[in-house]
């Protein structure tokens, strides 16, 4: 992997968290880490490009109960 990029989203399409770094994780915090997100069901984007310069998009769900 040469470029990483996932971002999460809340139901309503704002961004919740954004990374570049393949070893940070979401930690379920919202409001740019200043507060728990609500529980509920988020949406994730990821944007892999391998070392072939070819772009892999994964999406899906992520349920956040506390």
Known sequence: ?????ML????WGDLVFETN???KQWDGKANKGT???????YVYKIKVTDIHQIDHFYSGTVTLVQ
């Open 35 to 41: 507060k728990m997100a609500q529980r509920d069901v």
């Open 8 to 11: 999460i989203f809340d139901r």
């Open 21 to 23: 770094d393949y070893n």
């Open 1 to 5: 992997i040469i470029q990483y990029e």
